[in-house]
């Protein structure tokens, strides 16, 4: 029961964050198995200095980066595959697109893994810096600049969209 | 020029720029929260960036709004992953137990052991001749069930009267045409067969009213017994509609942010409510014993009033 009460309030959330990091609906199902999997395993290790979300996200991230590494085959290292810019939807897609809302989310979709995953976190999952800082396993003043860069290399996108929002 | 460009031309943030992203998500502590919204008030660039900010955050909830949720399949996939588990469906709690029971018995002498072990056996030894006696003395009539009498036909009225008062087997258990009337009658409610030990929630008690009557009622039900067999084919089938009903009647809830996994667990099981599914952050919930819209009014009403829950709505 209390696994169900579980999956039933995070796993959404738990999913759609993994699904951005992997991009591959049925890969992200399957590590969504695989979280709460784990999280049945290890329920005792919870110590409960963090939200429960919060440990769930960091799960799910520490499995999308090992199937990511094992797609690539070690090709890419982590940090090179989690800094390559997607180049599926790119900025002359996003001049196509109509408005600025369908832009900036073009845009938000452009972004390497890493800068996705910064956003994310941050906007979507409403995670503080110290929150983040856990799941990410990086210093509270990385987390900042790396969310900076992030919203700069957004906007750099929006630009070459032919969209300025006036920042930067 | 003001120091937010200052700081874009570095190409580094400034200390109250870098958290105006928490800031509109409120993650900010209140120190935090005043000074970002001191340096707003006197900087128009900042304001012109947090501007930006507020668009790509409701863009990013809504691009991830957008993306689903994973199918059943996923649950399936984890509950046949637990069930492979060693230890199966077990609570990772649960081996303390025999650990208990096992540091009990290790704790005894060996004496002490052998004469517990007598003692018992000399136990099992006259319960078996007890039970052997009530059996030479009353037949096996006694242990019929109902719906074996069904089956016969309407033989044996004998054996549907209460039995004598030496059959402490017919006796204690649930009346035996009480039971058939749940089974042929309209509302068969689980809670029927959990143990009384086990108090039902108030709402539950009071959405089950049908089944503490034939419960209670072994008089009434042995009554209208040949009522239920004149009508048994369209009995039958109302049974099995309500046993359909039963399954459709299902709840949506939500629960406060700040619910503790603990509490919620012990809500569900306080109202014998199982999870049968979810959607975003809500769980659908089927309740023991619940049978029709009313009975789940009942409940929803009740649910609405608990600290924790959120939303409580009757599922489409």
Redesign the interface.
């Known amino acids: 029961?209390?696994?169900?009460?579980?999956?039933?309030?995070?796993?959404?959330?738990v999913?759609?964050f993994g699904?951005?990091l992997v991009r591959n609906?049925q890969l992200?199902?399957?590590l969504?198995?695989e979280v709460?999997?784990d999280v049945?395993?290890q329920?005792?290790k919870f110590e409960g200095r963090s939200a429960?979300s919060t440990w769930l996200l960091g799960i799910m991230r520490f499995k999308a980066l090992s199937a990511l590494r094992r797609r690539s085959e070690a090709e890419l290292d982590d940090e090179t595959a989690m800094a390559i810019v997607d180049g599926a939807d790119d900025p002359e897609v996003t001049v196509q697109k109509k408005n600025?809302?369908d832009a900036?989310?073009a845009c938000?979709?452009a972004l390497s893994a890493e800068h996705r995953e910064i956003?994310?976190l941050?906007?979507?999952h409403?995670?503080?810096?110290e929150e983040v800082a856990g799941i990410v396993g990086i210093p509270e003043n990385t987390v900042?600049?790396r969310?900076?860069y992030a919203?700069k290399k957004?906007?750099a996108l929006l630009q070459a969209a032919g969209i300025e929002?006036?920042?930067? | 020029m003001s120091a937010t460009n200052n700081k874009?031309m570095d190409d580094?943030?400034e200390d109250i720029?870098?958290?105006l992203?928490?800031y509109?998500?409120?993650?900010?502590n209140p120190r935090d929260t005043r000074r970002v919204e001191e340096a707003l008030r006197q900087d128009p660039g900042l304001r012109?960036?947090y501007?930006?900010?507020q668009?790509?955050?409701i863009?990013?909830?809504?691009?991830?709004e957008n993306?689903?949720?994973?199918?059943t399949?996923?649950?399936q996939?984890?509950m046949t992953?637990?069930e492979t588990?060693p230890g199966g469906r077990a609570?990772?709690v649960a081996p303390k137990r025999p650990g208990r029971f096992a540091a009990l018995l290790a704790s005894l002498s060996p004496r002490t052991l052998a004469w517990s072990a007598s003692f018992g056996a000399l136990a099992l030894v006259l319960q078996a001749g007890i039970i052997g006696t009530i059996l030479m003395r009353t037949g096996l009539e006694a242990f019929q069930s109902p719906e074996y009498h069904e089956q016969v036909g309407q033989t044996a009225p004998a054996a549907r009267t209460p039995s004598s008062p030496e059959t402490p087997v017919a006796k204690t258990s649930a009346p035996p045409n009480a039971s058939l009337e749940r089974r042929l009658d309209a509302a068969p409610p689980p809670a029927a067969s959990a143990p009384a030990s086990q108090p039902a929630s108030p709402a539950q008690q009071q959405a089950t009213p049908s089944l503490s009557q034939s419960d209670e009622a072994p008089a009434d039900a042995t009554v209208t017994r040949p009522q239920a067999e004149s009508a048994a084919p369209s009995a039958v089938r109302r049974s099995m509609a309500t046993a359909k009903t039963a399954k459709d009647v299902i709840a949506t809830v939500t629960?406060q942010p700040e619910a503790r996994?603990s509490d919620?667990?012990a809500l569900?099981?306080s109202y014998r409510a199982?999870?049968v599914?979810?959607e975003?952050?809500?769980?659908?919930l089927q309740f023991e014993g619940m049978t029709t819209a009313s009975d789940l009014n009942v409940i929803l009403a009740a649910l609405r009033k608990e600290r924790i829950v959120a939303s409580a709505t009757a599922a489409p």
């Open positions: 029961m209390a696994m169900q009460v579980l999956y039933g309030r995070h796993h959404v959330r999913f759609r699904l951005r609906e992200a199902e399957d969504i198995s709460f999997l049945w395993r329920a005792g429960v600025t809302s900036l989310r938000l979709t956003i994310d941050v906007y979507y409403e995670k503080s810096v900042k600049t969310l900076f919203r957004l906007a929002r006036g920042w930067p | 874009i580094e943030p720029e870098a958290l992203p928490w509109a998500t409120g993650a900010l012109k960036q501007a930006a900010i668009d790509e955050y863009e990013t909830v809504s691009l991830n993306l689903g949720a994973p199918s399949r996923a649950l996939k984890l992953a637990i588990e609570p990772a629960f996994m919620i667990s569900l099981s199982a999870v599914g979810s975003g952050g809500a769980l659908r």
